[in-house]
């Protein structure tokens, strides 16, 4: 029996990819990602509003997010280029290799919220006649690389997002990534 966020297409096995394919890495907010990527991170965050607030428990946080990416089956349909506005359903999740975003005013002093009505604080890519947008919570970037990269116009990136709605009239899917990472191009070995 397949997961109903997986019906679109069938699923491929995205884990137990070593977290050094990764460059940096980027994540959901806190509540994001103890509902959608498994184990509870058992982080105090206190009165955290951003990743920097948490100290040493982002390590923890962090530590939590390669335990999953290394230990546990994920599974997610794969964007390519070929992908249809048609083959997308809300709430499905979706893997992308390395591949290239353009970036659009990721800022630090930003309220996420109301820069995402304006599509803002996102990054975005069109496939064929339709495009896609992640939404980015500039709180939660977990390094200052990772910010730089964010604010650089375009970002060569791979990752795991959920698809939050789709407007078929504007030809626009909007997601949340659960992780962003920049592609290792062999500076890692």
């Known amino acids: 029996?397949?997961?109903?966020?997986?019906?679109?297409?069938?699923?491929?096995?995205?884990?137990?990819?070593h977290p050094?394919?990764?460059?940096?890495?980027?994540?959901?907010g806190r509540a994001a990602s103890s509902r959608l990527m498994?184990?509870?991170?058992?982080?105090?965050?206190?009165?955290?509003?951003s990743i920097?607030?948490?100290?040493f428990e982002a390590g923890r946080l962090m530590a939590s997010y390669v335990h999953v990416l290394n230990h546990e089956d994920l599974y997610a349909?794969?964007?390519s280029d070929k992908a249809t506005l048609d083959d997308l359903l809300v709430g499905s999740y979706w893997y992308f290799g390395a591949t290239n975003f353009r970036t659009k005013k990721v800022n630090e002093a930003?309220?996420?919220?109301?820069?995402?009505k304006k599509e803002e604080s996102v990054i975005y890519r069109v496939f064929g006649d339709w495009k896609l947008i992640c939404q980015i919570d500039p709180r939660w970037i977990?390094?200052?690389?990772a910010y730089v990269m964010l604010r650089g116009g375009t970002l060569d990136t791979m990752g795991l997002v959920h698809l939050n709605s789709i407007d078929a009239k504007r030809k626009l899917a909007v997601a949340s990534?659960?992780?962003?990472?920049?592609?290792d191009r062999g500076g890692l070995r």
């Open 77 to 79: 349909n794969v964007l």
């Open 177 to 183: 990534p659960l992780f962003l990472g920049a592609p």
């Open 142 to 145: 977990t390094t200052s690389t």
């Open 52 to 55: 920097r607030d948490l100290g």
């Open 110 to 116: 930003v309220n996420a919220v109301g820069a995402w």
């Open 20 to 28: 050094r394919q990764f460059g940096s890495l980027n994540h959901a």
């Open 1 to 17: 029996l397949q997961p109903l966020h997986l019906v679109v297409r069938q699923p491929e096995k995205i884990a137990h990819h």
């Open 38 to 49: 498994g184990p509870d991170p058992r982080v105090d965050f206190s009165n955290a509003k």
